[in-house]
């Protein structure tokens, strides 16, 4: 299992934490998606033989969000 934090900008409120945590939450091998608004941080814990970290940032990025 691998943590990552990554940081996005473009976060501001509860919608931006639900689409990131949803949409990221929804990929095989992850096992853990934390948004932190203050930060402007989302920290992942995920398996890297099922997903990999450009899916994961791909996946904020289809939100709308910017990955750092």
């Not at 976060?11 to 095989?28: D, R």
């Not at 853990?32 to 996946?59: G, R």
């Amino acid at each position: 299992m691998e943590k990552v934090t990554l940081s996005v900008q473009g976060m501001s409120c509860g919608h931006c934490v639900k689409a990131i945590e949803g949409s990221v939450g929804q990929l095989n091998g992850v096992q853990h998606v934390e948004v932190n608004l203050n930060e402007a941080k989302v920290t992942v814990e995920f398996d890297s033989s099922q997903v990999s970290l450009d899916s994961i940032k791909e996946a904020i990025d289809d939100q709308g969000y910017d990955v750092l």
